[in-house]
């Protein structure tokens, strides 16, 4: 099973930037898309940011179009979330996830990590 550690989250004012970091035990290449969701209190978790790992193709929700870019590390097996001018409707648990297909479906999630804006 694939194991994705994320890293990176905490307490940020708003208007401030974080990054945040997705360690995956197992090369990029295995994987098909890696992405970035957010789940706040009480809501249902959302996409926030997709990269299509074979093309760098990346797709963003249009709630952080313009202030979150995904990018990847090959050689880190890493992706990473940049989240700048960050406000405080941004406030939830962070989960990176990863999808390869071996003759079916293959969805993996991370423990999540915690991003709260606030002054």
């Known amino acids: 099973q694939v194991q994705l550690v994320e890293s990176g989250g905490g307490l940020v004012q708003p208007g401030g930037s974080l990054r945040l970091s997705c360690a995956a035990s197992e090369s990029l290449f295995r994987f098909s898309t890696m992405g970035w969701y957010r789940q706040a209190p009480g809501k249902q978790r959302e996409s926030v940011a997709t990269i299509t790992l074979s093309t760098g193709s990346t797709n963003y929700a249009d709630s952080v179009k313009g202030r979150f870019t995904i990018s990847r590390d090959n050689a880190k097996n890493t992706v990473y979330l940049q989240m700048n001018s960050l406000k405080p409707e941004d406030t939830a648990v962070y989960y990176c996830?990863?999808?390869?297909?071996?003759?079916?479906?293959?969805?993996?999630w991370g423990q999540g990590t915690q991003v709260t804006v606030s002054s």
């Open positions: 996830n990863s999808f390869r297909w071996l003759g079916r479906e293959y969805y993996d």
